[in-house]
């Protein structure tokens, strides 16, 4: 029993970090209606100069702090100069515009501070909660709260504020937003930013951790595509939740089931994928939309 | 002076001209209905002047020039737009798409007013305030475009076929609404029709558009007993 609860706990805390990114990929499509295959990859890349912010001197809150914000103004600058001259193309255009952003952020990071794995300096106590045997260190906890901070100030953005619509309206129906007034690239300029800046919180609270590399987003990226496709793709609460199941889930099925171990773990989340697709295509908290004509 | 005046408007997609150069002018306060058959270039004139595709020419709006400027100015001029194919965000709930029409407003004592003035105005829309607008019955979904172009409190609605697809009964019921919103609100209106007759009953100046050009103009009677607008449009 002590074995499977810490199991769980362990879980929620890998589970914390796909739901970041998970969230980033959501407020994007949220905001924007596209998805953002490049999420990781900036997200990594924000950790990066989070470091880099951290290594000439700064202590590390602020460097994460200034980092957050050099996404955000960055994503907004992305948004400007790659995506809008594009954003009117085919679907196929503007994903393969997000690949390649994946592919420059990715080289770009191995360019500038190389391949060679750099340790990311703790942002919280590196305590260890016991209960019994169960041990949760507070770093697990920290994130785990930063996510659910995150998440909860996003949903009541889309809900409860103006721009929060805004960015509702742009992502289903430009032609219309338009029509009432709402400066549409502006909105998706915001978007962007708003997504970076999330996606370097995840980059910078999942460092420590992973420890630095311009491949350490790599996996989660798959994993948070798959809690944004399991949880719903509109939904910033489905999302955290599928991320969270996906972290316990794995981690339960590589040690219980003894073919999966280790090696097969990232079955888990592209066996939900293809689960969630076959029966629930909006995901577990999206929503369904029906049009009359 | 007119509340708008447009003057030689040349509007084209890429090489293919669609307006050869229209002029006409429509009273504050009043209706006025562009009659024309598909392709005429109905579409082509309202979406002109809501700056949604490129044109020469002069429209003037309330002593502004909108040419060059971008939808989203033209909008803050309070001039709405119900395109073709209703023009609501399908995804909203109707309480959604009417906070979503009133955007542009500041005052939001004044949006709850309105918002109130609009389920008054369609009964069937504060039933249904919190149903999707994608769920609801072709007319109501008309209906909500209105209430969602009224939201902004503009000076003047272009509405794009507000009848089309629309079932005889619901049609006659949304004429009487538009002559109503004319005559209570003072709102002034243009609107595009194919359905001639009832469009007439309500305007009280009516352009006839073929092929890019306009060729008949007038008040509503005297365009009514052309004859061939008779013939073109009213079918007798």
């Known amino acids: ?35 953002n295959l490049a999420q990781g990859e900036m997200a990594m890349f924000s950790a990066f100069v989070a470091w880099q912010f951290h290594a000439w001197g700064l202590g590390i809150w602020l460097a994460a702090v200034l980092a957050i914000i050099a996404s955000f103004i960055g994503g907004m600058a992305l948004q400007r100069v790659i995506i809008r001259p594009v954003q009117d193309k085919s679907l196929l255009t503007v994903v393969i515009v997000t690949l390649g952003l994946f592919l420059a952020f990715n080289s770009l990071a191995g360019g500038i501070w190389g391949y060679i794995i750099k340790a990311f300096p703790p942002l919280f106590p590196s305590n260890v909660i016991s209960m019994g045997a169960v041990r949760v260190p507070v770093a697990n906890i920290g994130v785990f709260m930063v996510l659910v901070v995150l998440a909860g100030g996003l949903a009541m953005m889309f809900k409860f504020t103006k721009i929060g619509l805004a960015m509702r309206a742009v992502a289903y129906n430009m032609e219309t937003s338009k029509l009432v007034g709402i400066r549409v690239n502006n909105v998706l300029m915001l978007g962007w930013g708003l997504a970076c800046a999330l996606g370097a919180a995840a980059g910078i609270f999942v460092a420590p951790k992973l420890f630095l590399d311009p491949f350490m987003m790599f996996g989660v990226l798959i994993y948070a595509i798959a809690a944004a496709a399991f949880g719903g793709l509109d939904s910033p609460f489905g999302a955290v939740l599928a991320g969270l199941i996906i972290g316990v889930v794995e981690n339960l099925a590589g040690s219980y089931i003894g073919f999966i171990g280790s090696d097969l773990k990232i079955l888990v989340p592209l066996f939900l994928i293809v689960v969630t697709l076959l029966f629930r295509p909006q995901g577990l908290l999206g929503h369904k939309y029906v049009v009359r004509v | 002076m007119s509340l708008l005046t447009v003057e030689n408007l040349v509007a084209s997609y890429g090489a293919v001209r669609v307006l050869h150069g229209i002029d006409f002018a429509v009273e504050e306060g009043q209706v006025a209905v562009v009659l024309g058959a598909n392709g005429a270039g109905k579409t082509t004139t309202l979406r002109a002047l809501s700056g949604m595709v490129s044109c020469k020419g002069s429209i003037r709006f309330d002593g502004t020039e909108l040419i060059g400027r971008s939808t989203e100015d033209i909008v803050r001029r309070r001039v709405a737009h119900v395109p073709q194919g209703r023009g609501t965000i399908s995804q909203f709930t109707v309480d959604e798409n009417l906070q979503v029409g009133a955007y542009i407003r500041k005052d939001r004592d004044g949006v709850r007013d309105d918002m109130e003035r609009m389920f008054r105005l369609f009964p069937r829309l504060q039933e249904r305030r919190s149903q999707a607008a994608g769920s609801l019955s072709g007319g109501e979904q008309q209906m909500l475009a209105i209430a969602r172009a009224l939201m902004m409190s503009p000076k003047l609605v272009l509405f794009d076929e507000p009848s089309l697809g629309l079932a005889p009964l619901i049609v006659r019921d949304l004429f009487d609404t538009l002559r109503q919103i004319n005559t209570e609100l003072g709102v002034t209106m243009l609107i595009v029709e194919q359905n001639a007759q009832l469009a007439l009953e309500i305007a009280q100046q009516a352009f006839v558009l073929e092929t890019g050009e306009i060729v008949a103009s007038g008040d509503p009677e005297s365009v009514g007993k052309d004859d061939a607008v008779r013939r073109a449009y009213l079918g007798h």
């Open chain 1, 1 to 35: 029993m002590e074995r499977f609860i810490q199991l769980v706990f362990d879980g929620i805390a890998t589970g914390s970090i796909y739901s970041l990114v998970a969230l980033a990929i959501v407020l994007i499509y949220r905001s924007t209606g596209l998805k």
